[in-house]
């Protein structure tokens, strides 16, 4: 069974501060994604990796592939990156649908 | 290219009526999926299709569940007899297959209150 779990579940930030969000999964096949959904509902995807990291901006997802963990920093945090910050990892075989996390709740107070 | 849209963006409706969600993918893309996703909740798989084929549904979509993709461009799902655990929201994604890695494009959602 592929599953996905995130940690942790809630953070609250001080605008500044160095932000780490966690995944573990469990399948692996192809590529992990990271995803920013905002209140009211729309879904942005981030990053999508395979290996080593990829930075855009402030946001670095980083991925072990051997332990099957990967994790999102954000640098310089600031109270627009609040949202919440979903792991999604494609399912084995053809379909590719995502198996989710249940996300982090990011809250950057100023 | 405006990317992925989905009407409504927010729908009550009263327990036992029916309604249909559309959704209006990137328009080369040949893949359109439909998650579906209940308050503290990560999105879940409902179904997929490769053009018009309608290739995998999740056992989350019950019989009053319908979706449909008929010229392989934009889907529709409809829901019928609509009960309250029915309220979420209602996520489509679209992606273009064969590609180096595949990446799906997320609408805005549907939210569906039922009352």
């Known amino acids: 069974k592929n599953e996905v779990e995130q940690s942790p579940q809630n953070l609250t930030a001080q605008e500044g501060e160095f932000i780490t969000i966690n995944c573990s999964y469990s399948v692996g096949i192809s590529a992990l994604h990271w995803l920013q959904q905002h209140p009211g509902g729309g879904i942005v995807s981030l990053f999508m990796l395979s290996s080593g990291k990829k930075k855009h901006g402030r946001l670095i997802a980083t991925i072990n592939i051997q332990e099957k963990h990967s994790s999102l920093h954000i640098t310089a945090s600031h109270p627009r990156d609040s949202a919440v910050y979903i792991c999604a990892d494609p399912s084995a075989g053809a379909t590719n649908k995502l198996i989710f996390g249940t996300g982090t709740l990011l809250a950057v107070q100023p | 290219d405006t990317g992925v849209s989905q009407d409504p963006r927010h729908k009550i409706t009263k327990r036992g009526q029916n309604v249909t969600f559309r959704c209006d993918p990137i328009?080369?893309?040949?893949?359109l999926y439909w998650y579906r996703q209940t308050l503290g909740q990560g999105p879940e798989f409902l179904t997929y299709f490769q053009n018009e084929a309608q290739l995998e549904k999740s056992r989350l979509l019950s019989d009053r569940f319908s979706a449909e993709r008929p010229k392989g461009s934009f889907s529709t799902l409809e829901i019928q007899r609509t009960e309250q655990g029915d309220s979420a929201m209602y996520l489509c994604a679209s992606s273009l297959v064969p590609g180096v890695r595949e990446t799906q494009y997320f609408g805005p959602g549907t939210r569906l209150l039922v009352l």
């Open positions: 328009s080369e893309h040949n893949r």
